[in-house]
């Protein structure tokens, strides 16, 4: 079969079975994460599987590509949170894996193949990717043309022997025994999908509300008030937010932000260069007022402004294979914050003071390599490594003060809500300064550290929500252009904060949300409306996934952290701890979570050496198990 035979075979299928002879696998999710896994696929297969036939069925209701998150059907509006050169779907090697480097374009390169009309783009998209630089932020339907494209490449990539079928459904049902086929049950579909094996490849899924949300929801139906659960902000109805009415939102990540673009600019409003050639909001009369905190009282860290330049710290140094090697086989367990952290924060910290030495020489007051000696004798997070520390880095603003980081505003109080603002205000400008200035280059060598760490991490399992909130908050922070905004909206008197530790409190006598945080005791917001700006955590306990909360119901699938147990091959673990043979989990659902499923290049980024061990752990088997064709005999 030919690429183009190929390419036009992955069209939806209508058939509810196959061939009984004929070996299949069903991947559920053919968002970025079940993408990857195709390209790995693809890549694996001519060494492990040959041109023998194959079946594989892609389930899911939203486009191949993009997904539900990444589908073109969302406003222009909305951004990504990486520059596109920080973008890609594709291994290099750096890349830990014993499959095959199958190159490809960054996300930067695939726009400049469009704009030379090498890669065919239709419609308003093609300009907005054409005109896409290295250093700047793609809109997520850029993207979601970029990750259909890696589709359609994966799939023509594959053997001649592989047939695709695309189902545009949900997927409500996995059933089969252990040593057997298995069935897979699409919605309104009378027929199941019959596979050798299934992967769930899921991507962020809804849940239901914790019992304090669930409180609030309940209020708000009782006294007509608006109440958004956590979801994903693109998919919300907005609507009820009425112009100029207060609204408390509670969460300050990345979900805000895209709460803040859709209600003011995608109400009308625009922005205007002002004096100082920042923004200025010129608001529609369409915006509601928004009231924000979180329990850290402020937005993510914002990306860096500024490439890298000279030499990388030499990573993994203190938490790498040898140290998790040690965590594992340790007897009775660990726990994260005793046992785990103490020695990413030393990782991060030699990060940190290599660059600021190599880079920075000018500002401390030892050489590199006795620093670095004492360094690594010095036990993590101590007396003796603080006293290294403030020895040979005289500024407090050149040492790396990881509890100010996690939580700005602790000890930090404000009069008024005019200060509060004020304070926040500058608390913005100074990110903004800092993470667009070489001069601070330190902050980028964490980030690589904090990448590092991250892919070590997976081979220890899930790590609670501190961890992830942590990381997300210091490297997945909004583009400055976001941040520049958020200045102008609270300028205009659209955006209101509300600092750290906010409450929130149904007030049955007056019938309104009420909103408070610790860093303005005094400061009280009172709403009609209250928008839980987050994701849902991801959970297996309480997913609204009918096919994942199944599994679990019937002992099918474990979680020691709320999180589906996978193995490292991502063979899901059922309650006695076996793995399936025949049933695999890749993504946020499982307790081998990586950082995401399209990653920076050249980061051995832990998606892509998951994605290759569950490939080719699906090849061998299907290989193990071939049942010869009855048409090879002739």
Do not use: C
Not at 218 to 235: E, M, S, V
Not at 476 to 483: A, E, F, H, Q
Request: glycine share 10%; charged share 20%.
């Amino acid at each position: 079969m030919s690429a183009t035979d190929r390419l036009l075979s992955a069209v939806p299928s209508r058939r509810p079975l196959h061939p009984p002879s004929r070996p299949a696998v069903v991947l559920v999710g053919a968002g970025p994460r079940g993408t990857g896994l195709v390209e790995r696929l693809a890549a694996n297969a001519p060494g492990l599987y040959g041109d023998a036939p194959l079946d594989l069925h892609l389930v899911d209701p939203y486009p191949p590509g993009g997904g539900r998150v990444w589908r073109r059907d969302q406003s222009p509006l909305l951004w990504m949170n990486s520059m596109a050169e920080d973008v890609t779907m594709f291994t290099d090697e750096s890349v830990e894996q014993e499959g095959p480097v199958r190159a490809g374009p960054s996300l930067a390169e695939w726009a400049a193949r469009v704009r030379t009309g090498e890669v065919p783009v239709a419609g308003e998209l093609r300009a907005e990717a054409a005109g896409l630089g290295p250093r700047g932020f793609a809109g997520r339907r850029v993207q979601s043309a970029y990750l259909e494209w890696v589709y359609g490449q994966a799939v023509a990539a594959l053997p001649p022997g592989v047939t695709v079928h695309e189902h545009r459904r949900r997927a409500v049902r996995v059933a089969g025994p252990r040593d057997g086929r298995q069935q897979v049950w699409l919605e309104d579909s009378p027929t199941p999908l019959f596979a050798d094996l299934v992967v769930l490849a899921l991507g962020h899924l809804d849940a239901q509300p914790p019992p304090e949300q669930r409180a609030l929801a309940a209020f708000a139906a009782r006294r007509q008030l608006t109440y958004l659960p956590a979801g994903f902000t693109a998919d919300t109805d907005l609507s009820s937010l009425l112009p100029g009415e207060p609204v408390i939102v509670r969460g300050f990540g990345l979900a805000f932000v895209d709460l803040m673009v859709l209600l003011t600019e995608g109400r009308g409003g625009s922005y205007v260069p002002g004096p100082d050639g920042g923004p200025v909001y010129r608001p529609s009369g369409n915006e509601p007022v928004l009231y924000v905190g979180s329990r850290r009282g402020v937005p993510y860290h914002a990306k860096p402004g500024y490439p890298w330049r000279g030499e990388r710290p030499p990573l993994p140094r203190f938490f790498g294979p040898a140290q998790v090697d040690a965590l594992l086989a340790r007897p009775g367990g660990r726990d994260f914050r005793r046992d785990v952290w103490p020695l990413i924060a030393k990782e991060l910290g030699f990060a940190h003071y290599h660059r600021l030495f190599t880079a920075h020489p000018e500002r401390v007051r030892a050489d590199w390599t006795a620093f670095e000696e004492k360094y690594a004798a010095a036990g993590p997070l101590g007396a003796e490594l603080r006293a290294l520390v403030d020895a040979a880095v005289p500024d407090p603003a050149d040492r790396l003060d990881l509890a100010a980081l996690d939580r700005p505003l602790a000890g930090i109080r404000y009069p008024d809500a005019d200060a509060l603002q004020d304070g926040l205000r500058a608390y913005i400008e100074a990110d903004l300064a800092r993470r667009h200035t070489p001069a601070h280059s330190p902050d980028l060598a964490v980030f690589f550290a904090l990448l590092s760490v991250y892919g070590q991490l997976t081979r220890l399992g899930d790590h609670g929500p501190w961890w992830h909130g942590f990381f997300s908050h210091l490297a997945s922070g909004p583009p400055g252009p976001r941040l520049r905004q958020l200045l102008a909206l609270s300028r205009a008197g659209v955006v209101r904060f509300l600092g750290a530790g906010i409450t929130v409190t149904a007030d049955a006598e007056r019938g309104v949300f009420r909103a408070r945080g610790s860093s303005a005791p005094g400061v009280l917001a009172e709403a009609r409306a209250l928008v839980e700006a987050r994701l849902p955590a991801p959970t297996v306990t309480h997913t609204k996934d009918a096919l994942l909360r199944g599994l679990y119901e019937d002992g099918a699938a474990s979680t020691g952290t709320g999180l589906l147990a996978v193995d490292p091959d991502g063979r899901v673990l059922d309650r006695a701890g076996r793995p399936h043979p025949r049933r695999f989990a890749l993504g946020p659902p499982t307790d081998a979570r990586g950082s995401g499923a399209f990653a920076r290049p050249r980061t051995n980024a832990p998606a892509f050496r998951q994605n290759d061990a569950t490939a080719r752990a699906l090849l061998r088997f299907l290989h193990a198990h071939a049942v010869p064709d009855p048409a090879s005999a002739h």
